[in-house]
Nanobody
Framework: QLQFVESGGGTAQPGESLRLSCVAS????????IGWFRQAPGKGREGVSC????????NYADSVKGRFTVTRDPTKKTVYLQMSGLKPEDTGIYYC?????????????????????WGQGTQVTVSL
């Protein structure tokens, strides 16, 4: 079972940027996808973004399109989430996890976790 360690969270003001890192215990570029999720206080967990480890294809929630960018570095077994133009509603604990893939042509990663198994996450707080 893959395990992930998230880091890079912190406190930012609206409009600022943060970069989160997700280090995987294993990393394959064959056919896998890793996603970022977040959970705001008192709310359920929601998908934010995902990336296919094979070719770097990405998918984003509408709420973060144009502001967040997900990338991967197979040599470091790491997936990054660059967050720009932060808003107070981006506040929450951010997690990464393996996600489902829609076997279309081309394949698309989905903002749905493969398993309900989560690490400790990293806290992001956006406030004045």
């Amino acid at each position: 079972q893959l395990q992930f360690v998230e880091s890079g969270g912190g406190t930012a003001q609206p409009g600022e940027s943060l970069r989160l890192s997700c280090v995987a215990s294993e990393f394959t570029t064959d056919y896998d996808a890793i996603g970022w999720f977040r959970q705001a206080p008192g709310k359920g967990r929601e998908g934010v973004s995902c990336i296919l480890t094979s070719d770097g294809s990405t998918n984003y929630a509408d709420s973060v399109k144009g502001r967040f960018t997900v990338t991967r570095d197979p040599t470091k077994k790491t997936v990054y989430l660059q967050m720009s133009g932060l808003k107070p509603e981006d506040t929450g604990i951010y997690y990464c996890a393996t996600v489902l893939i829609r076997t279309s042509i081309p394949p698309v990663c989905l903002l749905r976790p493969l398993e309900d198994s989560w690490g400790q996450g990293t806290q992001v707080t956006v406030s004045l």
